[in-house]
């Protein structure tokens, strides 16, 4: 493979070289100084700068490298965007939105269309085409919960969580119950992490089914509370 066909993350590293994996893109780090100093601008300091902090963790850390290898990483790095780092910058922002229907489906559209293998694999030929998979996922799922956060009736928010839970962990289960591999860039890449490449998409599967749920399970259940109990919520 030459070096313009590599992953923006680099080539799958090996374990022993994992550590000193660190991704230092100058343009990648300028833009998460930049977002860092946007922190004194924010109404909540403290989730925007966590969020920027999750998206250090997804972006420079040796996870990226990682994910270079592991598709089950990739999907980790995706999860940690969208369903961390986005309602964290969002909260941070105190954006609210409306067509939480569009927003929705825009979310939906994404995160489908680039964990099938042909956009997959194409994402990790291209830095344009990684880049324009990476931000279409964290912008739609901002969108998504500024919707959520924003919605008026608790029904509408609580539909738009567990809707995106449900549509994920249909994801989830097409993935893990796979009977062969399906992404051609992680064939040869996951036998030295201990992994033939159908666990490895097993394993995202597991990844993407349960562990993604769990911010949108605890929205919902977050939304109903409020309404029960508004006044310990209130100014939240």
């Known amino acids: 493979m030459d070096g313009s066909t590599l992953p923006y993350c680099g080539a799958a590293p090996i374990p022993g070289g994992l550590w000193t994996a660190w991704n230092l893109d100058p343009w990648l780090i300028a833009a998460l100084a930049i977002g860092a100093a946007a922190t004194v601008a ?3 300091w403290g989730p925007w700068l966590a969020g920027i902090a999750v998206l250090a963790l997804a972006f420079v850390s040796p996870l990226c490298a990682l994910s270079s290898a592991l598709f089950s990483v990739r999907v980790l790095h995706h999860i940690l965007m969208v369903a961390v780092a986005a309602p964290l910058l969002v909260w941070g922002t105190g954006w609210r939105a409306g067509g939480g229907g569009a927003a929705f489906l825009v979310h939906l559209g994404a995160i489908w269309f680039w964990h099938m293998p042909q956009p997959y694999d194409a994402a990790l030929g291209s830095n344009a085409l990684y880049w324009a998979m990476e931000i279409s996922l964290i912008a739609s799922a901002a969108w998504l919960w500024a919707a959520m956060v924003g919605a008026d009736r608790v029904g509408h928010a609580v539909t738009l969580s ?18 062969r591999p399906l992404f051609a860039p992680h064939l040869l890449t996951t036998a030295p992490f201990g992994l033939t490449a159908l666990e490895d998409q ?35």
């Open 42 to 44: 924010m109404p909540r």
């Open 162 to 179: 567990l809707g995106t839970l449900l549509h994920m962990g249909m994801l989830g289960a097409l993935l893990t119950f796979a009977t």
């Open 202 to 236: 097993q394993l995202a599967g597991l990844v993407m089914w349960i562990p993604a749920a769990l911010p949108y399970v605890g929205f919902a259940a977050w939304r109903v509370w409020a309404m029960l109990d508004p006044a310990r919520t209130a100014g939240a």
